[in-house]
């Protein structure tokens, strides 16, 4: 009853903001519609895929054991989304939903894990976070609060590769990276086991892995803190809830030990290999660029067959300006596996350093197609610029110019430099006021990176005799970023009408 008051109540649920929870049954409100969320998570999916290493391909037979657990859960939801699930290659150990029933589970969590019934416990938990809409619930009410329009792509920073993205990719991890309520988290673990009891799961696995996350997040593991507990807080709250739950559902079921152990088998075999490349991500991330080649090659070396591996000996070459090594390696990624951004755009931008330009567009065209980036777009703008297509320069560095950043900073600068004189009231605002006496003053603000100069400021005005002017007024000397400049005009209004100022000239200063 106090969901549904407040539902009505929330400004009348903006006329048609109210929906009854699928899960639940209970009003709430929602501005969000369910085929908004199906075209998100469709979307966003194969982005989000790419900005957290991709799809765990070295154990196709692994993802295909992940996907029947999720089907037999996804059976028994109450909601029938069209639910895809997947393993990425990652190992932060992590899950996570977009919303319409886009589930991953990296391979870190994974090897956390002891059983089937506790891989159907992450599984179902997130289930009930896409058929109960918690993501939509959340960006609803910040809808309401900031009067924002709901974003409709999204990416996630809980990798090396996330803050890499820009455009429609890079609108933050507002999704996966969630924190979610403690209303929605015992939600989702509530109902997550009656999904396990439903299909034949022994709801006990959940309790399991809550009193597993629980002493990790005591021991405050950094993996841990920065991935799963980030978007699902562990509390001994939830313990508690989910040992009361299993006492309620049928005692039994299915805890798939032995089948678990058995789909894990070359992944935890593996497990090592990947505990020393994560080291050399560390020693690079660090500066240490001996140090991280070094566990590159024992990476390797204990499983050569895993294409990140390559990457991050290439990635060491890169740093060390051993371009044609570093090209190598990417080739030796890329015969892995063809379809991950990061391997192009790390060769796209070694070919590049070698002068090898046709091939450097071709490979950071296709890291784009996979992933739009900051680092393939600058560059591909430099290659522009370089060649003198100034247009196609422009267009590159204005997407990156947008995402921040070191990248985002010099776009900044290169497009002042290619487009200030063209095109001046793009980087320089204008504005008409008053100097206290009813004269016109105008005004200038450098927008830009860069200091500018040779301002000038065109308005127009109505003057006493009622006639419409118009007239140029220079605006400061040099103006710094961020700064207004004023100039004092002289001139006189007519009473009560209104002046509008375009800056029509200014430059780079010197």
Not at 294 to 313: D, G, M
Not at 386 to 412: F, P, T
């Amino acid at each position: 009853m106090r969901k549904q008051i407040t539902c009505f109540l929330t400004l009348g649920a903006i006329l048609t903001g109210c929906a009854v929870n699928p899960v639940t049954g209970d009003r709430e409100f929602m501005i969000v519609s369910g085929d908004q969320e199906v075209a998100m998570g469709a979307a966003n999916y194969a982005p989000m895929q790419q900005s957290q290493g991709a799809s765990y391909d070295v154990d196709p037979a692994l993802t295909e054991y992940v996907r029947s657990v999720g089907s037999r859960l996804a059976k028994v939801s109450d909601v029938p989304l069209p639910y895809e699930f997947t393993v990425l290659n990652n190992s932060v150990p992590n899950a996570w939903a977009l919303p319409g029933g886009k589930i991953a589970i990296n391979r870190g969590l994974l090897t956390e894990l002891n059983s089937e019934a506790e891989l159907a416990a992450v599984l179902g938990h997130e289930i009930v976070h896409a058929a109960a809409r918690h993501t939509a619930q959340q960006m609803s009410r910040g809808m309401l609060m900031q009067g924002l329009v709901v974003a409709t792509s999204v990416a996630t920073s809980d990798s090396s590769y996330g803050d890499l993205a820009v455009g429609g990719a890079g609108l933050a991890a507002q999704m996966t990276l969630m924190k979610y309520g403690r209303d929605a988290e015992l939600e989702s673990d509530k109902y997550g086991m009656r999904y396990m009891s439903k299909a034949g799961y022994d709801p006990q696995g959940a309790v399991d892995l809550q009193e597993t996350f629980v002493r990790l997040s005591e021991g405050r593991n950094q993996d841990w803190l920065s991935g799963l507990f980030a978007s699902h807080p562990p509390s001994q709250e939830r313990v508690r809830a989910n040992r009361k739950m299993a006492q309620k559902l049928p005692a039994g079921g299915e805890t798939g030990v032995d089948g678990f152990n058995r789909a894990m088998q070359k992944t935890r075999a593996a497990k090592p290999a990947y505990d020393v490349y994560d080291k050399g991500r560390k020693a690079l991330s660090e500066k240490k660029a001996d140090e991280a080649l070094a566990h590159a090659n024992e990476a390797i070396s204990l499983f050569p067959n895993e294409a990140h591996f390559h990457a991050l000996r290439g990635d060491v070459r890169l740093v060390k300006k051993q371009y044609d090594m570093a090209v190598t390696n990417y080739d030796r990624a890329i015969d892995r596996r063809s379809d991950f951004f990061y391997y192009h755009l790390q060769r796209g931008m070694a070919r590049h350093e070698l002068g090898q330009n046709d091939a450097a567009i071709a490979d950071l065209d296709r890291s784009i197609e996979l992933l739009p980036t900051a680092p393939a777009h600058y560059t591909l703008g430099k290659i522009q610029e370089e060649r003198g297509l100034r247009a196609e320069a422009i267009r590159h560095y204005k997407i990156v110019a947008k995402s921040g950043g070191d990248y985002g900073k010099s776009a900044q600068e290169a497009l002042v430099r290619l487009d200030l004189s063209a095109q001046p009231a793009s980087y320089v605002s204008s504005a008409c006021g008053d100097d206290g006496s009813g004269r016109i003053v105008v005004q200038a603000r450098n927008d830009t990176p860069v200091s500018v100069t040779g301002v000038q400021v065109q308005y127009q005005y109505v003057d006493t005799g009622g006639t419409q002017r118009q007239r140029t007024q220079a605006v400061g000397g040099q103006i710094p970023p961020g700064k207004i400049a004023s100039a004092a005009t002289g001139i006189t209004p007519y009473p009560g009408s209104r002046c509008a100022a375009t800056v029509v000239s200014a430059q780079i200063a010197e």
